[in-house]
């Protein structure tokens, strides 16, 4: 009798691979409950700002050791150009590569840290959500690091940055200093989708499989957690 455990088919994984970051729905988060209520105590406001603006310096960090570290030439052009983009350079075909500081994602998480006065705040973990990731990496588990950092966090912001930025600018933000949340809802929807192709086109057997879709929920709790959570749901789906 052959016991072992058929791989899933693409179809199956991609939506087992959602349905574990959707379990974390960022409705539910107590950041986009505060500000959707316009009612988010400044000090939270903050202390958002700041570990958002740590986490996005990491994040560049965390595409470029995947970048190093990636298993094929393939998979290591996409994060290159995942890695471009954070950095706010692109490829112009008159000038060849252009690179603009002031457009990198921190840069643009920068201007949500001063328009939330929080430049001299030493508050926020520098580690925000990507701890985890981060560790897998080091760990030389780097498919898991992908479907945790890229498609449990990234894919999630491309898919609430929106709502946050509409949020935000009713709570009588700027746009401009709201560049970092409508920047991810266009560029990471695009990273996300890539990330997504990447875990499927290489976890070919069904331990990776699983390992990657527990990866990418994680990914997905942690950053449900680092936006203020929600103890409710967090009880429901531990349940």
């Known amino acids: 009798m052959n016991s072992t455990i058929e791989p899933l088919d ?8 959602r349905a574990a970051i959707d379990a974390w729905p960022y409705g539910a988060t107590r950041f986009y409950r505060l500000i959707a209520s316009g009612r988010c105590p400044a000090s939270f406001m903050r202390r958002y700002a700041r570990s958002t603006y740590l986490s996005a310096k990491l994040f560049c960090a965390s595409i470029a050791e995947m970048v190093e570290t990636a298993p094929d030439p393939e998979a290591r052009l996409i994060l290159l150009e995942n890695l471009l983009e954070e950095e706010g350079a692109v490829l112009r075909r008159d000038r060849g590569l252009v690179v603009r500081p002031d457009q990198s994602h921190p840069a ?28 897998m990496l080091a760990a030389g588990r780097w498919l898991e690091a992908v479907a945790y950092l890229l498609v449990g ?24 200093d709201l560049a970092f949340f409508a920047v991810h809802e266009t560029a990471d929807a695009a ?20 390992a990657a879709i527990a990866a990418a929920g ?6 449900f957690e680092a936006h203020g959570g929600g103890a409710r749901l967090a009880e429901s789906v531990a349940a």
């Not at 898919?159 to 401009?176: I, P, V, W």
């Not at 994680?218 to 950053?223: E, K, L, Q, S, T």
Request: charged share 35%.
């Open 153 to 176: 966090q990234e894919l999630r912001f491309a898919e609430t940055s929106g709502a946050f930025f509409r949020a935000l600018r009713d709570n009588g933000f700027a746009e401009r």
């Open 191 to 210: 990273h996300g989708r890539q990330a997504l192709d990447l875990v499927i086109d290489r976890a070919v057997t069904r331990g990776q499989q699983d």
């Open 108 to 135: 643009l998480a920068l201007r949500f840290v001063k328009a939330c006065d929080a430049e001299g705040d030493e508050g926020g973990d520098p580690l925000h959500a990507t701890g985890e990731g981060r560790a």
């Open 10 to 17: 693409r179809e199956e994984l991609e939506r087992r691979l």
């Open 218 to 223: 994680a990914g997905a709790r942690a950053w």
